[in-house]
RNA sequence: UGCCCUGUAGCUCAAUUGGCAGAGCGCCUGGCUCUGGACCAGGAGGUUCCAGGUUCGAAUCCUGGCGGGGCAACCA
């Protein structure tokens, strides 16, 4: 089901296309983690990319740990990678790699290079070497130690792994260039001298490579064929392909991009997160309101609602932010149909039924499931005198529109009896603290009544219910996009707990590890971290959608708050407008063409083109010319459009010189079509067969146009079919929508496979439809 | 101010490669219902960033402009 919701993005249509070309015999992708912090949901869109493509593909994914910096990586996050990603259901089999192990291999690479004469040991001091790199306007300086010799660079490099060297003291960079306009390729660093345990490999190295020189090489060691990773790793790609061509590596992978996560009202930055946890703002990486795998988990989130969700926002190099709404909405469609109704009331209001007798307590069998889940099976739910409902079920000043429990107003209780509020007991402050309500006799679900409540509301029995723990969360932050001040946008009821909380007592017997529906207020289930606790620990793991019984927070903070009145309930979490589309300016943007050179304007004047047509020309080598000599038997500004939209495109800039016919050839077929005797679409076929081979245009014409459907008659035996076809449309258009005009006649075009003439189509059809409108 | 990526409904994405601008989520209305849920039916919501050009026809091709993101760690 999700595979096909993963419809052919832009990396499955590369895929297609390197497997149908031969390119790639196989999919070989891989997940390649850094060790150093817990995964988290952005992890998750990652990884049910790369093994989900293994799937689909029936090719395979690696898990790589991309463990090549000794100062902050830990076994203790290859084990919590491990496991989340096992609990995500993906299998990598055995192909679980480290960089880390091809240390040797990479330093010999290295070796290679220094060898060629591409990499070469630099013993500036790190402020000089950023010194020199330049600015992204300025090129960068030539490092003193650029033109070492070959054997010398050897003889250091050796010299640094086996340890001769203090940390920081030299590097190894590949020579490329220092002025390059992409600021990656301007001699980057490959090694570094680190005095380092790493946490495998030990002492065994003192040189660590860096992830531009280690990744693309691994990848190729594993002979992925497809290395897919986030954008910010774009200007990153012409160093990944440098680095592979240096060595020659082949068949080699090639690097995609796409868009990282990013979720409204939360973070993605293992670096921020770490901070959290750091400094005890969160209890750890697994705190329910966290944003890891860990925290999904123990909030429980079942990993396929994640796994849908990451299907469907689907795969882009689009830099988005996805609303949270929406990975709720998986989290309860998920659980929807397996957790099972129970009654709870977190903040409870206690009710006396004045005319229940006492000693009577009636046991009701209440059903798991409503009536819309396929479902069986019911449990006992006890009902006496003294009972227990949510407190925000009853309004002494009932706003308009609320459905529930009023003075003298009638509610039912769910899967019990419609009772009626006689009397509000209040203490000192006038807070509610007890209804005296009546029970109606004959009013028990499902039997026949002729009253009407306006809603039904859930309780539990003041007795035997049980009490626990809730809590609940909203949302971590208060800013859609917390930004780089983010702890001054965190939440300060994030968690809110419901001490007094009860619950229906049929829960005793149930598995710890059940998720249930607490009936009107959400999904639930025991905080795995509290599992044996005495007094057992509810956790809320989505509300229900428009939930009446919002997690409120409390007074005090709002004005901290963001929106005041905006209680953060997940669901609500609509991003606040974000200036993304303004285009400002719009009325007096005539004045924001670009100014042009005195040479271009006066080219323009005498070219006679309009700028548009004359700017695509103008510059490029040899084109002008080209443009003169095709102007002498035909119009310069048509020759001018057929050369700026149609031949200098098609040449995807390759060279004017290039082309297998010249300037007169193409300024006949320019006349053909401006003389009509080939219609557009005739034109560009015949364009396309020029580029391709020989021939004059007259004679591929003959051959283009003895297929064409010349014959009017023919011509509108189609048209009449494709009204036909489309009798609806016929009726829409004769009511007015002219604009389906383009339909039709696109239908005839396809219909002929593009060979009707599509102006003579548009007049038959045109007649056509004139004839039946009367 | 250089280079790279990118602009389609409030959000996330489609649009058979130039031929009716759609879906999911969210929102609203109605139906059903003993959950203000779920489900069913319907609706609102678009200058496809802007301006030109080419074309019978442009979200799509061409030119120019504007907006958003990334790149100057001995991080990945």
């Given at each position: 089901?999700?595979?096909?919701?993963?419809?052919?993005?832009?990396?499955?249509?590369?895929?297609?296309?390197?497997?149908?070309?031969?390119?790639?015999?196989?999919?070989?992708?891989?997940?390649?983690?850094?060790?150093?912090?817990?995964?988290?949901?952005?992890?998750?869109?990652?990884?049910?990319?790369?093994?989900?493509?293994?799937?689909?593909?029936?090719?395979?994914?690696?898990?790589?740990?991309?463990?090549?910096?000794?100062?902050?990586?830990?076994?203790?996050?290859?084990?919590?990678?491990?496991?989340?990603?096992?609990?995500?259901?993906?299998?990598?089999?055995?192909?679980?790699?480290?960089?880390?192990?091809?240390?040797?291999?990479?330093?010999?690479?290295?070796?290679?290079?220094?060898?060629?004469?591409?990499?070469?040991?630099?013993?500036?001091?790190?402020?000089?070497?950023?010194?020199?790199?330049?600015?992204?306007?300025?090129?960068?300086?030539?490092?003193?130690?650029?033109?070492?010799?070959?054997?010398?660079?050897?003889?250091?490099?050796?010299?640094?792994?086996?340890?001769?060297?203090?940390?920081?003291?030299?590097?190894?960079?590949?020579?490329?260039?220092?002025?390059?306009?992409?600021?990656?390729?301007?001699?980057?660093?490959?090694?570094?001298?680190?005095?380092?345990?790493?946490?495998?490999?030990?002492?065994?190295?003192?040189?660590?490579?860096?992830?531009?020189?280690?990744?693309?090489?691994?990848?190729?060691?594993?002979?992925?064929?497809?290395?897919?990773?986030?954008?910010?790793?774009?200007?990153?790609?012409?160093?990944?392909?440098?680095?592979?061509?240096?060595?020659?590596?082949?068949?080699?992978?090639?690097?995609?991009?796409?868009?990282?996560?990013?979720?409204?009202?939360?973070?993605?930055?293992?670096?921020?997160?770490?901070?959290?946890?750091?400094?005890?703002?969160?209890?750890?990486?697994?705190?329910?309101?966290?944003?890891?795998?860990?925290?999904?988990?123990?909030?429980?989130?079942?990993?396929?609602?994640?796994?849908?969700?990451?299907?469907?926002?689907?795969?882009?190099?689009?830099?988005?932010?996805?609303?949270?709404?929406?990975?709720?909405?998986?989290?309860?469609?998920?659980?929807?149909?397996?957790?099972?109704?129970?009654?709870?009331?977190?903040?409870?209001?206690?009710?006396?039924?004045?005319?229940?007798?006492?000693?009577?307590?009636?046991?009701?069998?209440?059903?798991?499931?409503?009536?819309?889940?396929?479902?069986?099976?019911?449990?006992?739910?006890?009902?006496?005198?003294?009972?227990?409902?949510?407190?925000?079920?009853?309004?002494?000043?009932?706003?308009?529109?609320?459905?529930?429990?009023?003075?003298?107003?009638?509610?039912?209780?769910?899967?019990?009896?419609?009772?009626?509020?006689?009397?509000?007991?209040?203490?000192?402050?006038?807070?509610?603290?007890?209804?005296?309500?009546?029970?109606?006799?004959?009013?028990?679900?499902?039997?026949?009544?002729?009253?009407?409540?306006?809603?039904?509301?859930?309780?539990?029995?003041?007795?035997?219910?049980?009490?626990?723990?809730?809590?609940?969360?909203?949302?971590?932050?208060?800013?859609?996009?917390?930004?780089?001040?983010?702890?001054?946008?965190?939440?300060?009821?994030?968690?809110?707990?419901?001490?007094?909380?009860?619950?229906?007592?049929?829960?005793?017997?149930?598995?710890?590890?059940?998720?249930?529906?607490?009936?009107?207020?959400?999904?639930?289930?025991?905080?795995?971290?509290?599992?044996?606790?005495?007094?057992?620990?509810?956790?809320?793991?989505?509300?229900?959608?428009?939930?009446?019984?919002?997690?409120?927070?409390?007074?005090?903070?709002?004005?901290?708050?963001?929106?005041?009145?905006?209680?953060?309930?997940?669901?609500?979490?609509?991003?606040?407008?974000?200036?993304?589309?303004?285009?400002?300016?719009?009325?007096?943007?005539?004045?924001?063409?670009?100014?042009?050179?005195?040479?271009?304007?006066?080219?323009?004047?005498?070219?006679?083109?309009?700028?548009?047509?004359?700017?695509?020309?103008?510059?490029?080598?040899a084109?002008?010319?080209f443009?003169?000599a095709a102007?002498?038997?035909?119009?310069?500004?048509?020759?001018?459009?057929w050369m700026?939209?149609q031949l200098l495109?098609a040449l995807k800039g390759a060279p004017l010189s290039s082309l297998p016919f010249g300037p007169s050839e193409f300024a006949e077929l320019?006349?053909?079509?401006?003389?009509?005797?080939?219609?557009?679409?005739?034109?560009r076929a015949v364009l396309k067969l020029m580029l391709a081979s020989e021939g004059s245009p007259t004679k591929l014409l003959?051959g283009?146009?003895?297929?064409?459907?010349?014959?009017?008659?023919?011509?509108?035996?189609?048209?009449?079919?494709?009204?036909?076809?489309?009798?609806?449309?016929?009726?829409?258009?004769?009511?007015?929508?002219?604009?389906?005009?383009?339909?039709?006649?696109?239908?005839?075009?396809?219909?002929?496979?593009?060979?009707?003439?599509?102006?003579?189509?548009?007049?038959?059809?045109?007649?056509?439809?004139?004839?039946?409108?009367?």
């Amino acid at each position: 089901m999700a595979r096909q919701a993963a419809a052919a993005d832009f990396i499955r249509s590369i895929i297609d296309q390197d497997l149908a070309s031969g390119m790639a015999e196989r999919v070989i992708v891989r997940f390649p983690p850094e060790p150093n912090g817990f995964p988290h949901i952005g992890h998750a869109k990652s990884s049910t990319l790369n093994f989900g493509l293994a799937a689909e593909y029936k090719g395979r994914c690696h898990l790589r740990f991309d463990d090549t910096n000794p100062a902050t990586e830990d076994q203790r996050y290859v084990d919590a990678i491990k496991r989340d990603l096992q609990w995500m259901g993906f299998d990598w089999g055995e192909h679980e790699y480290y960089a880390s192990d091809y240390f040797e291999t990479l330093f010999r690479w290295a070796c290679k290079l220094i060898l060629k004469g591409l990499a070469y040991v630099d013993d500036s001091p790190e402020e000089v070497i950023r010194g020199m790199r330049g600015t992204v306007t300025t090129p960068g300086k030539k490092s003193p130690y650029r033109n070492r010799a070959p054997e010398e660079n050897l003889e250091l490099f050796e010299a640094m792994r086996a340890g001769a060297f203090a940390d920081g003291s030299r590097v190894l960079r590949a020579k490329i260039d220092m002025a390059h306009p992409n600021m990656k390729m301007r001699d980057p660093l490959m090694y570094r001298i680190r005095h380092a345990t790493h946490y495998r490999q030990g002492d065994a190295w003192c040189i660590y490579p860096f992830y531009d020189w280690a990744h693309g090489q691994s990848d190729a060691i594993e002979g992925v064929t497809h290395s897919i990773c986030t954008l910010e790793f774009s200007t990153n790609r012409v160093l990944y392909d440098w680095y592979l061509d240096a060595l020659e590596i082949a068949p080699r992978p090639y690097q995609y991009e796409f868009a990282r996560l990013n979720l409204a009202y939360t973070i993605t930055s293992k670096r921020k997160l770490l901070h959290l946890v750091r400094e005890g703002i969160v209890d750890g990486w697994d705190d329910p309101r966290m944003p890891t795998l860990a925290g999904l988990r123990r909030r429980g989130v079942r990993p396929q609602a994640i796994k849908t969700f990451c299907n469907s926002i689907g795969t882009t190099k689009v830099d988005s932010t996805s609303d949270s709404g929406l990975l709720e909405h998986c989290i309860r469609d998920d659980l929807n149909h397996r957790a099972p109704r129970i009654l709870c009331v977190q903040d409870p209001l206690p009710i006396t039924l004045t005319n229940w007798p006492e000693d009577r307590t009636e046991i009701i069998s209440a059903p798991y499931w409503p009536h819309d889940v396929p479902r069986d099976g019911v449990r006992p739910v006890p009902f006496s005198r003294e009972l227990l409902i949510e407190r925000s079920d009853f309004s002494e000043k009932p706003p308009k529109g609320f459905r529930r429990l009023t003075p003298g107003g009638i509610v039912r209780l769910r899967h019990a009896y419609i009772i009626r509020c006689n009397h509000v007991e209040k203490d000192e402050t006038g807070k509610a603290v007890r209804l005296h309500c009546e029970w109606i006799e004959g009013t028990r679900s499902g039997s026949k009544t002729t009253l009407k409540p306006k809603g039904t509301i859930h309780w539990v029995e003041a007795k035997q219910s049980l009490p626990v723990i809730v809590r609940a969360y909203n949302r971590l932050f208060n800013q859609s996009v917390p930004g780089e001040e983010f702890l001054e946008a965190l939440n300060p009821s994030s968690l809110i707990e419901y001490k007094d909380a009860r619950i229906e007592p049929s829960i005793a017997d149930d598995p710890r590890e059940q998720r249930y529906q607490f009936t009107r207020l959400g999904f639930y289930w025991r905080d795995p971290e509290h599992i044996n606790s005495d007094l057992p620990v509810f956790i809320c793991i989505v509300t229900l959608r428009q939930a009446i019984h919002d997690h409120p927070e409390p007074a005090q903070v709002a004005s901290k708050v963001e929106k005041p009145d905006g209680v953060a309930r997940p669901h609500d979490a609509q991003l606040e407008h974000q200036s993304k589309t303004a285009t400002p300016a719009k009325n007096n943007s005539k004045s924001k063409q670009r100014s042009l050179t005195a040479d271009e304007e006066q080219w323009l004047k005498e070219s006679g083109l309009s700028a548009a047509t004359g700017l695509a020309i103008y510059g490029v080598p040899a084109a002008s010319e080209f443009l003169e000599a095709a102007s002498e038997h035909v119009s310069r500004v048509s020759v001018g459009n057929w050369m700026a939209n149609q031949l200098l495109p098609a040449l995807k800039g390759a060279p004017l010189s290039s082309l297998p016919f010249g300037p007169s050839e193409f300024a006949e077929l320019v006349q053909l079509a401006d003389s009509g005797k080939a219609s557009t679409h005739e034109a560009r076929a015949v364009l396309k067969l020029m580029l391709a081979s020989e021939g004059s245009p007259t004679k591929l014409l003959a051959g283009v146009q003895s297929s064409t459907v010349g014959d009017s008659e023919i011509l509108s035996d189609i048209v009449g079919n494709v009204l036909s076809d489309h009798e609806d449309r016929v009726d829409a258009y004769l009511a007015g929508k002219t604009g389906l005009l383009g339909f039709f006649v696109g239908q005839v075009m396809r219909r002929t496979n593009g060979k009707a003439d599509p102006r003579q189509t548009k007049a038959l059809i045109e007649e056509e439809l004139a004839g039946r409108a009367t």
